[in-house]
Nanobody
Framework: QVQLVESGGGLVQAGDSLRLSCAASGRTVSSYYIAWFRQAPGKEREFVAR????????DYVESVKGRFTISRDNAKNAVYLQMNSLKPEDTAVYYCAARLKTPWGTRSMEDFESWGQGTQVTVSS
């Protein structure tokens, strides 16, 4: 099993940037496909981005394409989400999720086996 801990959230203004980190322990992060999900107040948790074990392939929800970048540093056992040009609608609790099974499945929460506790991102207008 892998334990995931998110960090880097905070309160920023629209247009600012923020970098979220997902630190893994228990097993090396390189063994897992990693995804970021988010849940805004009153909404269901939604997929944001995912990355393959090698980092060669990424996938993003349309609303964040061109603004967010998911990356991984397997040597540091971590995955990151660089968020640029933040908008108030990006306000949510952001969760890191891991999948050990191959292939990497779908964007569904059901395809991810381990979850972090979440980190709050608040973007003011």
């Amino acid at each position: 099993q892998v334990q995931l801990v998110e960090s880097g959230g905070g309160l920023v203004q629209a247009g600012d940037s923020l970098r979220l980190s997902c630190a893994a322990s228990g097993r090396t992060v390189s063994s897992y496909y990693i995804a970021w999900f988010r849940q805004a107040p009153g909404k269901e948790r939604e997929f944001v981005a995912r990355i393959t074990r090698s980092g060669l392939v990424t996938d993003y929800v349309e609303s964040v394409k061109g603004r967010f970048t998911i990356s991984r540093d397997n040597a540091k056992n971590a995955v990151y989400l660089q968020m640029n040009s933040l908008k108030p609608e990006d306000t949510a609790v952001y969760y890191c999720a891991a999948r050990l099974k191959t292939p990497w499945g779908t964007r569904s929460m059901e395809d991810f086996e381990s979850w972090g506790q979440g980190t709050q991102v608040t973007v003011s207008s």
